[in-house]
């Protein structure tokens, strides 16, 4: 019998899931997602074979789990960010800094997107969890259309485009450009949204 990690069967199996998810990305920091097993992540997480299918039914499910749990705490970590921001364009602004700052898997995992490799279904469960984040942005945008801030637009379209801005493809690694590349983007998006800049 395997041995129990944890102080009860709950804790263990939760811990077991954090060790694979910790090992998936990981691995997508080096590695295509084409390109990784399922003994590939066992053999990083320091598993067996047969606990990976405990959790999990094959690759793609086991990425959708770290994403659900990467977007959960995001979403709350964005959340605790905006909680005493009330004017929208410093909400527009905690949003992009926050979003810029993210070094999700889905943004830095090599070889080809990840759209050209997943199968339609968990496409369309990943772009269930996209839009949890988009909510928030969604309701910025409105607080600041309805306070005056922003000019009256087409939301949905420039959510995406908002978000396309601040992939964590675009963003530097060294602090410096990292910095730099940040206050760009929060310039650029703040004028492309209608909203006040201040001058440099």
């Not at 306070?147 to 992939?167: K, R």
């Not at 206050?183 to 209608?194: H, I, P, S, T």
């Amino acid at each position: 019998m395997p041995k129990i990690i944890g102080k009860s069967l709950h804790e263990h199996r939760r811990m077991t899931r954090h060790k694979l998810f910790a090992a998936l990305s990981t691995l997508m920091s080096d590695r295509g997602f084409d390109t990784i097993t399922l003994a590939d992540i066992a053999a990083a997480a320091g598993v067996g074979r047969t606990a990976v299918y405990n959790h999990f039914p094959d690759k793609e499910a086991l990425l959708l789990g770290l994403i659900t749990h990467e977007t959960e705490q995001y979403a709350q970590t964005l959340e605790r960010a905006l909680a005493d921001v009330t004017d929208p364009v410093e909400q527009l602004r905690t949003y992009i800094r926050q979003q810029a700052q993210l070094a999700r898997v889905f943004h830095l995992a090599p070889g080809p997107d990840l759209r050209s490799v997943l199968s339609r279904p968990t496409q369309a469960r990943l772009r269930e969890h996209a839009e949890i984040v988009e909510a928030i942005l969604k309701r910025i945008l409105r607080a600041g259309i309805e306070a005056g801030e922003f000019p009256d637009q087409d939301i949905e379209p420039t959510v995406q485009l908002v978000n396309a801005c601040l992939s964590g493809r675009l963003i530097p690694d060294e602090p410096g450009p990292r910095e730099r590349a940040i206050r760009a983007a929060e310039a650029f998006v703040l004028r492309a949204v209608g909203a006040p800049v201040a001058a440099a």
